[in-house]
């Protein structure tokens, strides 16, 4: 039984703040540092922000100088949260009095859509107006929760797998409660570590995984294998199957149940059973083809585990070409 680190039983903004607001917390745990750096990278922008504890030798005073002093610049962030563009200004300016001596101010709007362009314009005009008036330097970021959960993976590494855990856990509560959206999952390539099974999946078009495992919306699966992504393939449908009373049920997420695919799941589970799989209840990913590829890993360690790729940025492209064209541009690049 999967473990959820947060809540689902509710929804409204509350529980979206609340379970944003745990992330973050976690992460502070798990790492200061990492969380620092989320928080200069996502909400700091080109501010030389640099909260961590500073250790000064012979810092000079008006009247004094001790030998040495620890101190730590404060800031405060202040974060509105609403599940679509329902910002509004009126609360918004009220939220700046909440601002008082800190060294580092800043106010997130936080939703799953970013704001319309004319209506953040006057927030932030509305915001300098303020900044003006009260001598202050609040500055104003608008964010979505797809983002900010990204920002989050950018400060993680492959060894951080326990941190990940708990990201795939609110990425997927996000997904649920439909906080992320995700239009452009024609772009977007998902990695799996296929060691045992690698040549049954190339064989047979068709990865399986844990049916409790989240993700994000992607068209593209790829095949991770002794130090780079060894085969990227198109999807065409993802279908669980799940063993009750002796029967599989099954249930399909995208494209269509066919007899061929019931075998092959068939044949997926006898497979599993070789490499000490027990698939009882699983999601099987039924791709077009695929393609050989090498699309190699640059850093040393191995992944402890998923990653998303989006191939415009990684080919450099507006449009993306047919997956097999995918597959040998894939070879002259590298990652991680």
């Known amino acids: 039984m999967k473990i959820h680190y947060f809540q689902r039983y509710h929804k409204g903004e ?14 502070y745990s ?26 000064v030798l012979q810092d000079a005073g008006e009247k004094s100088v001790p030998d040495a002093t620890i101190k730590q610049p404060s800031f405060m962030l202040v974060v509105e949260t609403k599940l679509t563009d329902w910002f509004y200004k009126e609360q918004l300016i009220n939220h700046l009095s909440k601002f008082k001596n800190e060294e580092y101010k800043v106010l997130i709007t936080l939703s799953s859509e970013l704001m319309k362009a004319d209506k953040k314009q006057l927030i932030d005009a509305a915001i300098h107006n303020y900044n003006a008036e009260h001598q202050m330097y609040i500055i104003h970021v608008n964010t979505t929760f797809e983002a900010l959960a990204q920002g989050v993976q950018d400060v993680l590494t492959d060894r951080d797998y326990e941190m990940q855990e708990v990201l795939d856990d609110y990425i997927d509560y996000c997904h649920r409660d439909s906080l992320i959206v995700v239009p452009d999952s024609w772009k977007k390539m998902r990695m799996q570590l296929s060691g045992t099974t690698f040549d049954f999946n190339i064989a047979e078009n068709v990865y399986y995984d844990n049916i409790n495992r989240g993700f ?3 068209d593209y699966l790829s095949l991770y294998k002794q130090k780079s992504i060894r085969a990227v393939g198109k999807i065409e449908a993802i279908i669980t199957a799940v063993l009750k009373n002796g029967v599989l049920q099954y249930n399909v ?3 269509e149940l066919t007899e061929s695919r019931k075998e092959l799941i068939d044949k997926a589970i006898e497979n599993g059973k070789q490499s000490g799989y027990v698939l009882d209840a699983a999601r099987y990913f039924f791709v077009d083809k695929f393609y050989e590829t090498d699309f190699a890993k640059k850093s040393p360690r191995a992944p402890m585990g998923s ?3 989006d191939l415009t940025d990684v080919l450099g492209t507006s449009t993306l070409p047919d997956t097999k064209q995918i597959a040998e541009l894939l070879k002259n690049k590298t990652w991680g």
Request: aromatic letters at 18%.
């Open 14 to 27: 509350d529980v979206a703040t609340a379970n944003t607001m745990l992330l973050l917390s976690r992460l």
């Open 30 to 55: 798990y790492s200061s540092n990492k969380f620092f750096q989320f928080l200069k990278e996502q909400f700091f922008g080109d501010m030389e922000f640099e909260p961590e504890l500073s250790f």
């Open 216 to 218: 994000s919306a992607h």
């Open 253 to 255: 997420e995208r494209g």
């Open 307 to 309: 990653r998303m790729f």
